[in-house]
């Protein structure tokens, strides 16, 4: 169990969370006695379920087409994968695009992350490091993901530098 503390006053939400706390619950429901699921897919989070790898492209925030090419393509086996940041949503003044995800430091929007992608075992997990990620960039996120065991991220800036973490490269496919 981790734990943290709030500044009194301050509101907490699990927002964040949600998606992936959904995709390892839904994704763990076993029907009748052969069928379970493999591979859930939910927004671009998703969760891989059992031994056989499965082969898994990350878009690319800096060519979100769906038919673009991707970031990198991971093997993926009983984990699942997270992405985050404001290439996709987010709202735009002035013709300046802002991310949705707020810095909680400055209050304002985290603007300098186009996308960030984690692996870890679970998909809450994945979900809430690719969110920390996507806010806080890879300086101060990369950390963060490199000490949970067995996590791995990706994080592409706004100027379009890709940033690795240590365990990153051994997911890759070949």
Not at 38 to 47: C, E, K, S
Not at 72 to 85: C, Q
Not at 163 to 172: F, H
Request: aromatic share 4%; hydrophobic share 45%.
């Amino acid at each position: 169990t981790r734990r943290f503390q709030v500044r009194e006053g301050a509101t907490v939400t699990v927002d964040a969370l949600a998606k992936g706390w959904v995709i390892e619950k839904a994704s763990a429901v076993k029907r009748g006695r052969y069928a379970s699921v493999r591979v859930l897919d939910i927004g671009g989070d998703l969760r891989v379920r059992g031994a056989e790898p499965h082969q898994i492209g990350v878009a690319d925030p800096r060519h979100p087409a769906d038919n673009a090419t991707p970031l990198a393509i991971v093997w993926l086996k009983d984990r699942a994968i997270a992405s985050s940041g404001g290439y996709a949503r987010g709202f735009d003044v002035s013709g300046v695009h802002h991310s949705h995800l707020l810095d909680p430091r400055t209050g304002r929007s985290s603007d300098d992350i186009a996308g960030a992608t984690v692996i870890a075992a679970d998909a809450t997990t994945a979900d809430a490091l690719a969110t920390i990620l996507a806010v806080l960039g890879p300086k101060d996120g990369l950390p963060i993901v490199e000490a949970e065991t067995g996590a791995a991220g990706i994080v592409v800036t706004r100027d379009g530098k890709v940033t690795e973490s240590k365990a990153w490269e051994e997911l890759l496919a070949r």
